[in-house]
């Protein structure tokens, strides 16, 4: 009776505990996500009548715009089917590649901190640096080093048309490795040591001790990693913004970009606010149960 | 004895295949990166006049590729330093931020926004992935959502938000703003919670630990390593980030924003590719070497939170 | 006990840097001197520092100092004005300032989007500015008189009142290096050969000998310049005959071609086939049939706003296309490769290659050019002793489809720009009386001459003015007195509520091709993605298909 009681009592004292944490930070999303934003979603619904400086309720207008770039223009298509290339860059490939850096590092091979040191750099860095300094490479560096050295003139790599897509993939995947190494790495450093020793006296070899030890115990933190990334799919500009401003052609652009020049670009003004809301809401629709499915198939669990 | 033998050559051998491999792909990739900083750092030693109108056979070539070769001069930092101010209109002044100004204005900034979103990511994460509640499934789930949906134009009504409660253009505002736990650290905190047994709560418990005493003094602690890394991670991304303070706290210009001006300076003497690099890496030179000392006390921090998997 | 240690560290950081952050207004801070003079009646005026620079409203400010240095009527108790000038590339953009608040009196800037600024209630009604007596300065008429009736219609849409007042004209187009044309023999004589300036004392008959040029009058400022197109390719060839290269191009920008080609169409089509762009009220020209030769059929098509989407048959716009394609569409005419320069660095490409292994003949870009070069100007002068004073060059005038269209050139000013007034200005009226003072006729021409780049109003630039320009401020001021110019701007509601279909990079350039969208004919022919009369063809299926979901 007594214990019941006890526990009972304690899990008022959780629930009471429950609800003060996390009570301020609600109040700061109810405050600073859905009153700031709750308009912004609605607009999805409206259009813009710039005279009046009013967003009329009208239903269909966005959603069947979409729907006609969707079906009688490439624009959509092209930017959906970049946006997945992108991302199978950055995080299928990245996240790969940051596993078994990760690896390297974790067992302290030779030069892992000097690598470790380089592969985090690029967050450190101011991105403008990376963009300056890479832009020039590819476009002024290589054809010019080419030149000097072979006499053949090259088509600077952000401008030839076969090779400019994967320069901006080759980028974008240069520089996604820092917060992913800290955290793998991290996340390897928990393993407990006998774990590994046992693994050694078995006389696993790395190869197997990396993907039957390491990878399961820190697939947890890689799932909670892929899926965010899932969640970037359709927000991920690709940097092109940062290579090429305004001029992009629509064959190169990814659903990140195009949301982003419908809203930035000079002389939309806001016209295109209610067809940027409505397509950022088709792209949740299709982006949150890839998430909730990358998250079953990392994790095994069901929620919601 | 026989057995130690066996296992370095085994050792051995897979290092020779495995991590050579590795090796290799990273020393590439570090090459590239170390060639990229070099011409950086090399630019931003050489004049203008060498970089652009270098002459070779009476000829204007240009001297983009290769060391100077009229030799070494720091003018373009000196230069750099002298202009890398921002200006604020004050009622009827202009109030000049020298660099050292901004760089004060960018730490209050990282700091306490780093700070506010590892502290609120850290209790969220902790409260929806410790505590069984319906309610924080719904958040996970919430918090997905929101990471997915690109919301379009709320900066206005941001601003109007912030204005009406008196915290507009303050730090304190901007640190609460940006006291969100919907990014990427809140789910790290909830996989590394979640990976914590119940069974070290379940003790403390028995011994009459209060949940308040239980996330303090055992399961934060725990999860240091992750805490620090986080804190770093969103330090560095707030040092570097010019839009935010720009729009937010317009009174008090950060460096990234001193820097992203001094780009698109209309000034002719600072107007070239070799000057505006080490406008940059003056503004980087902070961060790296913040990133220098940190980088130790976190490999510090995560052994002293060793957690089993 | 670890642990313990680093939140105590934490912690205490944590408390320094909010006692600091609630001081750090006390900070060291430099307060420096705008020239705010409490004696006299103050505003402060801020401009967008790009191509068309400052300098020209701190000499303005001063002449209008003077000007009042004695008035008290501005604010009691005070004798004389101060103007303050602000400049600052980035922060006084359009764009910026629509979602900023405005914290200076007079703003001059570009990237404007007219209705989004007065909706926000940000600018001052300037009705009596615009509609008031100039006879202050000695002028008749009003500055509402000096306005393209197209820009009349457009600031008064809403409410019939005036809130802005255009800026300048931006005209893109080829700057031609007029001491390589001369001494290389890049210009045509009456008989259609080259013709080349000798020596310096045969100026004279040189100048005699020349073709009448694109506007079919000899003694103007075109003269000897290509008339036609098959004069322009035919020259184009004999640069790279002479071993020199006819275009230096931003690739990175390579919308600064589609701009400059652009000007094509609209010389083409000339200023009231022009307009149907953006009133979509009236007959049209438009091409039935292109035949295979490239002979163009066209037939005659009453516009409206039912089917505005017709305009994309219009000839002016295949022209142009086709011309951009003869000339960007390989590597030829731009020196073999595919270049990324930057728009300064082809700026600067194009000025030093006078000392460079190849040397650029003309440039593809905006009139505004010459200010932003300034630095490499300067190095060049420190290092090669040469002044930018003494470097020569034209704007090229459009040539025709054929010589029989022979007339003054039809010009597109884009950029969007306009001066306006604060609502909240400290001092409403010396404010308005500044913007009454910069659009006077004496001015607008002063402007004109500082800076090469015309007003967008009616006004002439007095000749002692012109003779302060560099030569390329001559030849445009010569070019422009010439010239109608077009002005994008519609006062429909169509347009308004639907810019985003309207601005000249959707409306131009937005093309469906078997089904693939193309917004970039630059990319599009280097790619080989479509030809010209396919890009042509398909600007009309994609504005077609779109018409029916304009709002």
């Known amino acids: 009776m007594k214990e019941a009681n006890r526990k009972k009592l304690g899990d008022k004292d959780e629930l009471i505990f429950y609800c003060c944490i996390i009570a301020l930070p609600l109040l700061q999303i109810a405050i600073f996500y859905f009153y700031v934003n709750f308009n912004s979603v609605l607009m999805a619904f409206k259009s813009y009548d710039k005279m009046s400086k009013t967003f009329y309720w009208d239903f269909g207008a966005n959603f069947s715009l979409f729907w006609k770039e969707l079906t009688q223009t490439s624009i959509i298509i092209d930017a959906f089917k970049n946006s997945f290339i992108v991302w199978l860059f950055t995080c299928v490939l990245g996240t790969f590649l940051s596993i078994v850096f990760s690896y390297y590092i974790f067992k302290k091979w030779v030069l892992s901190k000097t690598f470790k040191f380089f592969l985090f750099l690029p967050s450190v860095l101011p991105s403008i640096l990376l963009v300056i300094v890479f832009k020039f490479f590819v476009n002024d560096a290589i054809p010019g080093y080419i030149l000097h050295f072979t006499g053949k003139t090259v088509t600077p790599l952000l401008i030839g048309k076969d090779s400019l897509m994967p320069t901006i993939l080759f980028y974008n995947v240069w520089v996604c490795f820092g917060s992913q190494i800290l955290i793998y790495t991290g996340a390897m450093d928990q393993i407990a040591p006998e774990i590994l020793e046992a693994g050694k006296v078995d006389g696993v070899s790395c190869i197997r001790e990396f993907i039957s030890i390491v990878v399961p115990i820190i697939l947890p933190t890689v799932a909670t990693f892929v899926i965010a990334n899932v969640a970037t799919l359709f927000t991920n500009q690709a940097n092109l913004y940062a290579f090429f401003g305004d001029n992009v052609s629509y064959s190169n652009y990814t659903i990140g970009y195009y949301l982003f020049e419908l809203v930035n670009k000079e002389g939309n003004g806001k016209t295109m606010y209610p067809y940027a809301s409505a397509l950022g809401i088709i792209c949740t629709l299709i982006a949150f149960p890839l998430t909730l499915l990358a998250r079953r198939l990392l994790t095994g669990k069901e929620e919601a | 004895m026989d057995q130690n033998v066996k296992i370095k050559a085994v050792k051995r051998s897979s290092v020779n295949v495995f991590a050579i491999a590795i090796a290799v792909l990273l020393a590439i990739y570090m090459l590239t990166m170390c060639i990229s900083l070099f011409w950086t750092i090399m630019t931003t030693v050489k004049t203008n006049a060498e970089y652009e109108l270098y002459e070779e056979a009476g000829l204007i070539v240009g001297n983009k590729l290769w060391l100077p070769k009229t030799g070494i001069s720091l003018n373009n930092y000196k230069m750099a330093f002298q202009y890398f101010y921002v200006e604020v209109q004050e009622e009827m002044y202009t109030v000049q931020y020298d660099i050292f100004q901004q760089f004060l204005n960018s730490f209050l900034y990282s700091f306490g926004c780093a700070t506010s979103v590892t502290v609120v990511s850290l209790v969220m994460g902790y409260a929806t992935a410790r505590f069984r509640y319906k309610f924080s499934n719904y958040i996970y789930a919430f918090v997905l959502v929101t990471m997915a949906l690109p919301i379009v134009g709320s900066m206005p009504s941001e601003i109007a938000v912030a204005t009406s409660l008196n915290i507009f253009d303050t730090f304190p505002g901007i640190w609460i703003m940006r006291g969100s736990f919907l990014n990427t650290y809140f789910l790290i905190f909830f996989a590394q919670f979640k990976m914590i047994p119940k069974d070290y709560t379940e003790a403390a418990k028995i011994d009459g630990a209060r949940p308040f005493s239980i996330m303090l003094k055992i399961i934060v602690p725990l999860a240091m390593g992750t805490v620090s890394t986080v804190f770093v991670l969103a330090f560095i991304s707030f040092w570097n980030d010019f839009q935010i303070p720009m729009v937010y706290i317009p009174s008090y210009p950060v460096a990234a924003y001193g820097m992203y001006k001094f780009q698109n300076t209309p000034i002719v003497e600072i107007a070239n590719t070799p000057t505006r690099l080490a406008g940059i890496c003056l503004m980087a030179l902070p961060i790296v070497i913040f990133y220098a000392i940190f980088n130790k006390k976190l490999n510090v921090n995560l052994s002293v939170g060793g957690v089993k998997g | ?461 007095t000749s002692e003015d012109a003779k302060t320009a560099t030569y390329f401020g001559k030849e445009l001021i010569k070019m422009r007195k010439q010239a109608n110019v077009v002005y994008p701007y519609s006062s429909l509601q169509m347009v308004i509520n639907n810019s985003a279909a309207f601005t000249e990079s959707a409306w131009f350039m937005n093309s469906s091709v078997e089904g693939v969208t193309l917004n970039n004919p630059f990319d599009a022919f280097k790619n080989g993605t479509a030809d010209a009369k396919e890009y042509f063809n398909g600007l009309y299926t994609y504005q077609k298909l779109m018409w029916s979901s304009l709002k």
């Not at chain 3, 750090?24 to 307060?31: A, D, E, H, L, Q």
């Not at chain 3, 094509?264 to 009133?279: H, M, W």
């Not at chain 3, 142009?320 to 390989?330: R, V, W």
């Open chain 3, 1 to 461: 006990m670890k642990n313990k240690k680093i939140c105590a560290v934490i912690a205490t950081l944590l408390m320094s840097v909010i006692a600091i952050g609630s001081f750090s207004s006390c900070g060291k801070k430099i307060k420096k001197d705008d020239g705010y003079d409490p004696t006299k009646a103050n505003i402060s005026v801020a401009t967008y520092n790009g191509g068309v620079g400052y300098q020209w409203l701190e000499d303005a400010a001063r002449r209008f100092e003077k000007k009042y240095e004695n008035a008290t009527h501005f604010e009691e108790g005070r004798k004389g004005v101060k103007i303050s000038v602000d400049k600052d590339k980035h922060i006084y953009t359009g764009q910026n300032l629509s979602t900023s608040a405005l914290t200076k009196d007079i703003y001059f800037t570009e990237g404007v989007d007219y209705y989004e600024f007065v909706n926000a209630n940000k600018v001052a009604d300037i009705s009596d500015v615009i509609t008031g007596s100039l006879s202050q300065y000695g002028e008749t008429g009003t500055i509402e008189d000096k306005l393209d009736t197209s820009f009349k219609s457009f600031l008064t849409a809403k409410d019939g009142k005036y809130y802005m007042v255009p800026f300048y004209d931006a005209f893109y187009g080829f700057v031609y290096d007029v001491d390589l044309f001369e001494e290389e023999g890049f210009y045509y004589d009456k008989e259609g050969d080259f013709l080349a300036l000798r020596d310096e004392s045969q100026r004279e008959t040189f100048q005699k000998n020349k073709a009448n040029g694109p506007d079919g009058v000899h003694g103007t400022y075109d003269d000897g310049l290509p008339a036609t197109y098959d004069q322009f390719k035919a020259l184009l060839d004999q640069i790279v005959a002479k071993s020199y290269i006819p275009f230096c191009y931003s690739g990175s920008y390579n919308d600064y071609v589609s701009k400059a080609c652009r000007a094509f169409i609209v010389d083409y089509e000339g200023y009231d086939a022009f307009r149907l762009n953006y009133t979509f009220d009236g007959k049209a020209k438009l091409v039935k049939e292109i035949k295979d030769n490239g002979t163009v059929v066209t037939e005659e098509v009453v516009i409206t706003q039912k089917n505005g989407y017709e305009l994309q048959r219009q000839a002016g716009k295949y022209y142009a296309l086709k011309m951009q394609e003869d000339i960007f569409g390989t590597v030829k005419y731009i020196g073999g490769i595919w270049n990324a320069f930057d728009y300064t660095v082809a700026q600067s490409e194009f000025i030093k290659s006078k000392y460079m292994s190849e040397r650029y003949a003309m440039l593809v870009e905006g009139i505004w050019w010459e200010n932003e070069a300034t630095p490499t100007f300067t190095d060049l002068e420190t290092q090669r002793g040469e002044k930018k004073e003494s470097r020569r060059f034209g704007f090229l005038p459009m040539p025709k489809v054929n010589a029989s269209l022979a007339g003054p050139q039809t010009m597109l000013s884009a950029n969007r720009s306009f001066g306006f007034i604060n609502k909240n200005a400290q001092n409403m009226e010396l404010a308005k009386e500044f913007m009454r003072f910069l659009h006077t006729d004496a001015e607008m021409s002063k402007f004109n001459a500082k800076t090469s780049i015309s007003r967008s109003l009616k006004y002439e630039v």
